[in-house]
């Protein structure tokens, strides 16, 4: 535990996703919220097809869902968010003309209903 899930739009090109999982991951850990670096799992999926409003001005997004086992407090919800967006702010360069927007999403996962063993 955490999953994050980081969806980004295929027009944003020179996005390093490798190096922005591994820097998302190391936030992540270095909030001293979790055990492990082995319990950081962190997916990213290229949105082909997708609009962003209504305009047809060129746009893009990128979206981090960040899922955690319940009972931590709002504030350290928030100082997770604060410190995950911070990393999507850093990220560059950003396409010429394109507007971007970027999001982070916490989501609590009901602790009593998850289940979890590592194979090796």
Do not use: C
Not at 1 to 10: D, K, N, Q, S, V
Not at 84 to 99: F, K, N, T, Y
């Amino acid at each position: 535990m955490p999953h994050l899930h980081l969806e980004y739009t295929a027009n944003l090109t020179d996005l390093t996703v490798d190096k922005t999982l591994l820097r998302l991951n190391n936030v992540l850990m270095a909030s001293g919220q979790f055990g492990s670096e082995f319990d950081i799992k962190s997916r990213a999926v290229k949105l082909e097809h997708f609009q962003v409003g209504t305009s047809l001005n060129p746009r893009g997004f990128i979206a981090v869902k960040l899922s955690l086992l319940s009972g931590r407090s709002p504030q350290v919800k928030q100082q997770l968010s604060e410190s995950l967006l911070a990393v999507l702010q850093d990220l560059s360069p950003w396409p010429e003309g394109v507007q971007v927007q970027l999001s982070v999403e916490l989501r609590d996962m009901d602790r009593d209903a998850y289940s979890k063993v590592a194979i090796g």
